[in-house]
Nanobody, 121 residues
Framework: QVQLVESGGGLVQPGGSLRLSCAAS????????MGWYRQAPGKQRDLVAV???????TYRDSVKGRFAISRDNAKNILYLQMNNLKPEDTAEYYC???????????????WGQGTQVTVSS
């Protein structure tokens, strides 16, 4: 089965930086996209950034110019570089992948367990 394991969260002061990583492991035929979502307490889970296999990236407006998504295709690792962090970025961050386990089956959606990012002075 496929596992997505996030790392890199923590406590940081406003204006600081963090880099999140998400390692995908298991028997994977192909990956259509990988992305980051976040969920603050009492709120819905929202898209932060997503990258497709061809390298195109999409960001939510509030993180444009501050966050950068990247991916090591050979190692199936997704990154999220977060700069100039703000208190409103505080949330649990989840890795997401849309992929095929085999050529003969439809795409499936997988989620990581989440990593907490807290921005506070």
């Amino acid at each position: 089965q496929v596992q997505l394991v996030e790392s890199g969260g923590g406590l940081v002061q406003p204006g600081g930086s963090l880099r999140l990583s998400c390692a995908a492991s298991g028997s994977i035929f192909s990956i259509t996209s990988m992305g980051w979502y976040r969920q603050a307490p009492g709120k819905q889970r929202d898209l932060v950034a997503v990258m497709t296999t061809d390298g195109s990236a999409t960001y939510r407006d509030s993180v444009k110019g501050r966050f950068a998504i990247s991916r090591d295709n050979a190692k199936n690792i997704l990154y999220l570089q977060m700069n100039n962090l703000k208190p409103e970025d505080t949330a649990e961050y989840y890795c997401n992948a849309i992929l095929q386990l085999m050529a003969t089956v439809p795409q499936s959606v997988f989620w990581g367990q989440g990593t907490q990012v807290t921005v506070s002075s």
